[in-house]
């Protein structure tokens, strides 16, 4: 009535008059449209990398200055790019959209005292609907009249349990997934009948609430994006630099312009590593298609390295860590408990040691139920059970100890239900068995059926039940529920033959025989806790975000192995109580989050982040979609929403916890194979800048000395061809050792780390050095330039594809690493040797690159200038890699 009043509404509903002024007051009930992507705006985006700007000059310059082979060569390796980026960009996001979508229907409503059906969209503050079974809540709904009604929230909580709706006055304080006096809007009715009036409509919503959460979080880059974006600015910058300053200096000294200009241009060339960005494409795409194998889809890119910097994973409890399923686990009767799951082990045939009563529990569990087997004649395992969640569990223990329904209905005729609802907290069943003998089958709320009962059974016998044996079933169901457990009793009544009309019997349960306890819960996958421990093992800290209350988060906890002290856990009110200030600091200790809400997930995410955490976030409902957004991975189960799913950067198709491990491990191994890329082409381009820079400075000194030793054609066959097969190789190169026994790169850790530059420096100095002395020592005993040019040339390129052996582990020799590990990789070096042939000896190519065949005595030279650079690669790893590999 109070809410009635606020609103300025009755039972009888609104007037369409009424209804007309509060609509244009509120507006329509839906949530707001997201503007679609458009494609031009992606594809132009793909622009934005530096390195491709500089690119796109060289492609320019060139092309005035008539180099049309430099030109198409470069503006072919940008295409390449520009293709690949733009068809893994167009998958944007449309999670509004989708939310849109889930909340498109018809509503019934009483308006000017008649019930009608209109559009949800029309529905305003006041009105009146009506809620059946199977219904989609139309709006956010304070209840007036329930009629055992149950509703369906995982969409909006995460928890996929019914929830029982009442309509007693709740504080205004409480939690989402606690407000059982109101139905949410897009929830979804699965059992029973109700009238409400809706209290709010379209972003008023809960639903609504999340839509605006979902439209404001603003999507970060992942550590890899922001790493390489740094990288590739840095590397820009000081490529323009030094490009500018040679044309310039080239300029002052009497250089002829044009040459300066191609100089300039090949020093660029040169410089950027035109491989990086289709390598770290291809690397991430391969890697994607490894995780799949392992049961997760990648929707984005980067996501799949991101993995890999992982130092905190949130876990939805349920459908993650647990198996999303009820399941008895727990059978008491008067002598003993027993476990379903081991009593039998999938066997479908009874266990010798199973006492009578626990099969009379069973068969009550199954008698007093609404569940049944949709294929009885199936396999075990293969059996479909259709139900409430509590009833599937109970059908499932009693299939699974060989109680067969379909004879137990035979033997028990069922001849009237009285159904559970919230007042009574039982359900009672009539049955007649073959002697005309009726009996009533009970559960329901321990308390109840035990206060109720007279009589307990004792295998075959019914026994008076003493307050000695009374008390201790007492204590038995609040020590099972402590342990996270849910509890029903079963039980029955013998009545007379005439005994019927169970709605009208004042006290149905008077008397009666108690058989004992059916405890449930959603139970861990067998797997999860050691998957904690590997996660634990790898430095990654696992965090639980429940919608169970406190005592049940802790005996879960407890289970999984999770810290689970009083500091290690904190409910949705306390946490919402926490300041700014004190939260990032809080989070480090919390390992459990119970009753949380939406907008507590993103708090969560913040403050971790705010530490210098990478967070990967799970969740499968609309509710998690901002956390999914806002998070470095957002992991939608396979079982959730499309909301969810079209929100997260990966989804995981069999919603296992240790699958998400397996990805960490995969993303890592990315990780290590991109630095490894990286590392191979830097080492080129810098020995090529150096020789280039190099070569002009002989060229200041000796009047008429500057010869280009390598040609921008030359160079982008290098970094293109000849490398190009042995870097997407190095993306199959499998793991370097047990990866998961590393602590997690930091998200303030550069991509080239100080040891790799000065790596990347040892190396280029010596490579340039004595390449750039044979260079200048041949030209002036031959005076021969396309023939000195040529095996400098070759010198290069088959030195980097000795190198790339060197560099697939940087902390094992040469020597002692497994050669054959990666055939990919033995494939890849043999076709860009050929390819290299082919560019001296084949006559269209040496016009091309202006080479000539090389002799004899010239592949001598070659070999020696590469064992040189191998030695030297060797030794530098040995300098500064043989103690740095971070252990966790």
């Known amino acids: 009535d109070q809410a009635f009043r606020q609103l300025e509404s009755s039972h009888a509903g609104l007037s369409s008059d009424e209804a007309a002024k509060r609509l244009v007051h509120h507006g329509r009930n839906e949530l707001p449209h997201e503007r679609p992507f458009s494609y031009a705006t992606v594809f132009f985006s793909q622009f934005k990398n530096i390195l491709i700007i500089i690119l796109l000059g060289a492609v320019a310059i060139s092309f005035v200055l008539r180099d049309y082979v430099d030109g198409y060569v470069i503006l072919a390796a940008i295409s390449l790019n520009v293709v690949i980026g733009f068809i893994q960009e167009i998958r944007a996001e449309r999670s509004l959209e989708k939310l849109r979508q889930i909340v498109t229907f018809k509503a019934s409503v009483r308006r000017d005292g008649q019930e009608t059906r209109i559009g949800a969209a029309e529905l305003v ?31 909006l909580t995460g928890e996929s349990a019914p929830v029982e709706k009442i309509i007693d006055s709740l504080p205004s304080a409480v939690v989402i997934a606690e407000r059982k006096n109101c139905a949410f809007f897009g929830t979804t ?15 008023d919503t809960e639903l609504g609430k999340i839509a605006e959460l979902l439209k404001s979080t603003k999507e970060e880059p992942t550590p890899l994006q922001h790493k390489l974006t740094i990288f590739s600015r840095q590397l ?10 040679l044309f310039v200096v080239g300029l002052l000294l009497g250089y002829d312009p044009e040459q300066m200009f191609v100089t300039a241009v090949a020093l660029a060339v040169a410089a950027v590593p035109e491989g990086l960005v289709v390598a770290v494409t291809v690397v991430l795409a391969i890697g994607m298609r490894s995780i799949l194998k392992q049961g997760s889809l990648v929707r984005k890119l980067v996501a799949a390295e991101t993995l890999g910097s992982t130092t905190v994973i949130c876990a939805d409890k349920t459908g993650t860590l647990t198996e999303g399923i009820m399941r008895v686990v727990k059978v008491v009767t008067h002598d003993r408990h027993t476990d379903p799951r081991t009593a039998h082990q999938h066997t479908d045939t009874p266990h010798p040691d199973a006492s009578p009563s626990y099969f009379l529990a069973l068969e009550i569990g199954v008698l007093a139920s609404d569940a049944y087997i949709e294929n009885p004649d199936a396999r075990f395992e293969h059996r479909r059970i259709i139900g409430t969640p509590t009833e599937q569990a109970l059908t499932y223990a009693a299939s699974q100890a060989g109680v067969n329904q379909r004879e137990l209905a035979k033997q028990y005729r069922r001849l009237e239900e009285f159904p559970f609802d919230s007042e009574h907290k039982y359900m009672a069943t009539l049955h007649e068995d073959s002697q005309k003998h009726r009996i009533l089958f009970i559960k329901g709320a321990p308390e109840i059926l035990l206060g109720k009962s007279v009589y307990i059974e004792t295998s075959g016998k019914e026994v008076v039940l003493s307050p000695e044996r009374r008390a201790k079933l007492s204590d038995e169901y609040r020590q099972l529920s402590k342990e996270g457990l849910r509890l029903l009793a079963v039980g029955y009544k013998k009545v007379g033959v005439d005994f ?29 806790k050691a998957t904690i421990e590997q996660a634990m093992g790898a430095g990654i800290k696992t965090v639980m975000i429940t919608g169970d209350h406190r005592l049940t988060a802790t005996a879960i906890a407890s289970e999984l192995g999770l810290p689970a002290q009083e500091g ?27 009753r949380v809400n939406p907008k507590d997930k993103l708090r969560i995410i913040d403050a971790l982040q705010e530490r210098g955490d990478v967070v990967a976030m799970t969740g499968d409902g609309v509710n998690d979609a901002p956390a999914l957004k806002s998070a470095d991975i957002g992991i939608a189960l396979g079982s959730g929403t499309d909301v969810a799913k079209e929100t997260a950067d990966i989804v995981l198709l069999d919603n296992n916890f240790k699958t998400i491990v397996h990805a960490v491990e995969q993303g890592r191994i990315i990780y290590d194979n991109i630095r490894k890329i990286i590392l191979y082409l830097l080492s080129d381009s810098f020995t090529e800048i150096l020789l280039i820079g190099a070569s002009l400075l002989i060229g200041l000194i000796v009047p008429g000395g500057f010869v280009l030793p390598l040609l921008a054609s030359q160079i982008l066959w290098i970094n293109l061809i000849t490398d190009g097969f042995p870097y997407v190789a190095l993306t199959m190169e499998p793991a370097e050792g047990d990866v998961m026994k590393e602590r997690p790169v930091s998200r303030k850790e550069h991509i080239v780390s100080r040891r790799m530059w000065l790596f990347v420096g040892l190396i280029s100095v010596i490579t340039a050095i004595v390449n750039l002395a044979v260079f200048v020592s041949m030209l002036s005993h031959t005076g021969d330039v396309e023939r000195v040019r040529t095996l400098i040339f070759t010198s290069v390129a088959i030195d980097s594809l000795l190198y790339v052996f060197s560099i697939r582990s940087l902390h094992i020799p040469i020597w002692r690493t497994n050669f054959f590990s990666n055939w990919y990789l033995i494939a890849a070096v043999g076709v860009a040797c050929i390819l290299q042939l082919a560019a001296i000896y084949a006559p269209i190519l040496q016009n091309v690159f202006e080479t000539v065949s090389l002799r004899g005595s010239d592949w001598l030279i070659v070999l020696v200038l590469c064992v040189i650079a191998l030695i030297a690669s060797e030794g530098g790893k040995y300098i500064l890699f043989r103690t740095s590999r971070p252990v966790s």
Do not use: C, W
């Open 125 to 155: 503050p006041g009105d009146v609907v009506m809620l059946r079974t199977g219904n989609r809540v139309p709006a956010d709904v304070r209840l007036v009249k329930v009629y055992d009604l149950k509703t369906n929230e995982a969409a």
């Open 500 to 528: 019927s009309d169970l709605r009208h019997h004042l006290d149905l349960l008077n008397k009666m025989v108690i058989v004992g306890f059916m405890a449930m819960k959603d139970p861990l996958r067998l797997e999860a």
């Open 568 to 594: 290690n856990i904190i409910e949705g009110a306390r946490f919402e109580k926490l300041t700014h200030e004190d939260l990032p600091q809080r989070v480090h200790d919390i390992s459990v989050y119970a």
């Open 189 to 203: 009715v699965v059992r029973g009948t109700a009238e409400g009036m809706v209290i709010a409509t379209g972003l």
């Open 236 to 245: 820009g910058t000081t490529i323009l630099g030094i490009s500018s300053l």
